[in-house]
Nanobody, 127 residues
Framework: QLQLVESGGGLVQPGGSLRLSCAAS????????IGWFRQAPGKEREGASC????????NYADFVKGRFTTSRDNAKNTVYLQMNSLQPEDTAVYYC????????????????????WGQGTQVTVSS
């Protein structure tokens, strides 16, 4: 059974950092583009970042550029989201999503482009 499991969320003070992980089971991530999305209470789900199969192509939403970095270790079947300089407005449930693609540098930006989702991990930024 194809499954994505996020971990690494928690409570952090403004200016702090967290590293989220997205581990896959039941399939190998080296055929999938991976996106990170977030959803705050009362708001729509929005894309934060995306990383291609090769890791050579990435995309970041304007609100995370320069603060978040996504990477992947296909050998460990895991994708990461390093989040620095966190602010209260980053508080949300963070999800990883996977979509099987042919191109090793394919980037997918919209949530509707992904078929497989994790359960999410809560990130709370507060003093």
């Amino acid at each position: 059974q194809l499954q994505l499991v996020e971990s690494g969320g928690g409570l952090v003070q403004p200016g702090g950092s967290l590293r989220l992980s997205c581990a896959a089971s039941g399939f190998t991530l080296d055929e999938y583009t991976i996106g990170w999305f977030r959803q705050a209470p009362g708001k729509e789900r929005e894309g934060a970042s995306c990383i291609s199969i090769s890791g050579g192509s990435t995309n970041y939403a304007d609100f995370v550029k320069g603060r978040f970095t996504t990477s992947r270790d296909n050998a460990k079947n895991t994708v990461y989201l390093q989040m620095n300089s966190l602010q209260p407005e980053d508080t949300a449930v963070y999800y990883c999503a996977a979509e099987k693609v042919l191109g090793h540098d394919t980037i997918l930006l919209g949530p509707n482009e992904y078929d497989h989702w994790g359960q999410g991990t809560q990130v709370t930024v507060s003093s």
